[in-house]
């Protein structure tokens, strides 16, 4: 029913700056809250940041300060602005939605973020 398509990464150097985007399918969006997650290989997926259908965001402590949620409810998208890059912040990078504290049970592809140092 929901389909998340992630795009915006991409190879930056240390210090760079990204902005993904997630373009969501389906008239619940605005009802949705919605997250970025984050996998690098060998490790478990992330949560790094979440933003309520409301607008209120929240981060994991590692990206605070340097990454930025928001959603426009009108195009159905959600964004993460990344300044400050660090090599760390290197993985593909997911969103998904949530709604009753249940997130999708459904992914994308995601989009493949490199930090190069």
């Known amino acids: 029913q929901v389909q998340l398509v992630e795009s915006g990464g991409g190879l930056v150097q240390a210090g760079g700056s990204l902005r993904l985007s997630c373009a969501a399918s389906g008239s619940m969006f605005s009802r949705a809250a919605m997250g970025w997650f984050r996998r690098s290989p060998g490790k478990q997926r992330e949560l790094v940041a979440t933003v309520t259908s409301g607008g209120v965001a929240n981060y994991a402590e590692s990206v605070k300060g340097r990454f930025t949620i928001s959603r426009d409810n009108a195009k159905n998208t959600v964004y993460l602005q990344m300044n400050s890059l660090k090599p760390e912040d290197t993985a593909v990078y997911y969103c998904?939605?949530?709604?009753?504290?249940?997130?999708?049970?459904?992914w994308g592809q995601g989009t493949q973020v490199t930090v190069s140092s």
């Open positions: 998904n939605a949530q709604r009753d504290s249940i997130w999708y049970g459904h």
